[in-house]
């Protein structure tokens, strides 16, 4: 078995890194930086998050592990001081796994020309200069008219990061869909709209046509567009549905999602 690792730069992790480097060495196991079957992140959730962007392409055959330096988060099972029982469970690894589904999202500008990007947290539309306004189509039908600061889109399992923040709700991972929530909206009788979390099916395609050319700012996980109108090519639609690919982590031991959210967002049980 091939394994990765990807860490970011604190000093804390590139400890473990080296650590957990020669404890693989040590147990016979082979550390590649190309082509892995198993990515281990030593980090935080931002570290996975950047991983899984840096193997997107190769989704479909490799498992991610995560190692937490920092605070516990949603995607890190197995802390510092366990980099021993880790490499007992990659030396007998059976391929067991649980995957978690993803939100793809299509851009359309101006011009013609798309772009498509893949969301294991969520993406955001927002307008800097002004508030934003949008038409909310869902499967080709108009639903509302939004304006407001922006829109939220996330996965059942990006449900308890910036969704939470902004009132959307929870979802269950084990769900194939993904959640539209509102960024501050205006109602009033022309610009009206549910003011509520939405979650969509399997099968459910949402559509977002903005009405200005400029001022949008676009968020894919942690990536981050200004969009400006240049030459008249300016963003003009935004499209999600639930992404043909899925996460897969090794589940030596991943943990129950509601006991991640649990620990951290209500703590102990007085």
């Known amino acids: 078995m091939r394994i990765g690792i990807y860490n970011n730069e604190t000093a804390e992790s590139q400890r473990v890194t080296k650590l957990l480097k020669a404890e693989m060495k040590r147990s016979g196991l082979t550390y590649v930086?190309?082509?892995?079957?198993?990515?281990?992140?030593?980090?935080?959730?931002?570290?996975?998050?950047?991983?899984?962007?840096h193997y997107q392409k190769e989704l479909n055959k490799i498992r991610f592990v995560g190692i937490h330096t920092g605070h516990l988060g949603f995607y890190t099972d197995w802390r510092s001081f366990e980099i021993d029982d880790l490499v007992d469970s990659l030396v007998n690894d059976s391929g067991q796994s649980v995957s978690y589904p993803l939100l793809d999202m299509k851009a359309t500008y101006s011009d013609g020309q798309t772009e498509n990007y893949v969301a294991l947290n969520e993406s955001t539309i927002r307008n800097i200069t002004r508030t934003m306004v949008c038409d909310v189509f869902i499967n080709n039908h108009l639903f509302e008219n939004f304006?407001?600061?922006?829109?939220?889109?996330?996965?059942?399992?990006?449900?308890?990061?910036?969704?939470?923040?902004?009132?959307?709700?929870?979802m269950d991972p084990n769900s194939i869909g993904f959640?539209?929530?509102?960024?501050?909206?205006?109602?009033?009788?022309?610009?009206?709209?549910?003011?509520?979390?939405?979650?969509?099916?399997?099968?459910?395609?949402?559509?977002?046509?903005?009405r200005d050319e400029n001022g949008h700012v676009l968020t894919c996980d942690r990536d981050q567009w200004m969009l400006k109108s240049e030459k008249e090519r300016y963003l003009t639609e935004l499209s999600y549905s639930v992404s043909k690919q899925r996460i897969?982590?090794?589940?030596?031991?991943?943990?129950?999602?509601?006991?991640?959210v649990?620990?951290?967002?209500?703590?102990?049980v007085h």
């Not at 930086?33 to 962007?53: N, W």
């Not at 649990?262 to 102990?268: E, L, N, R, T």
């Open 33 to 53: 930086e190309e082509d892995p079957d198993v990515v281990v992140t030593i980090g935080g959730d931002g570290t996975l998050l950047s991983a899984f962007h």
């Open 147 to 170: 304006r407001g600061d922006g829109l939220c889109i996330s996965t059942p399992t990006g449900s308890t990061a910036y969704n939470k923040s902004v009132g959307g709700a929870i």
């Open 179 to 210: 959640q539209l929530a509102e960024m501050a909206s205006l109602n009033n009788r022309v610009f009206r709209t549910l003011g509520s979390p939405i979650i969509f099916g399997a099968n459910t395609e949402l559509i977002l046509r903005l």
């Open 248 to 260: 897969n982590f090794a589940q030596y031991r991943h943990n129950d999602f509601w006991s991640r």
């Open 262 to 268: 649990k620990d951290s967002f209500i703590g102990g």
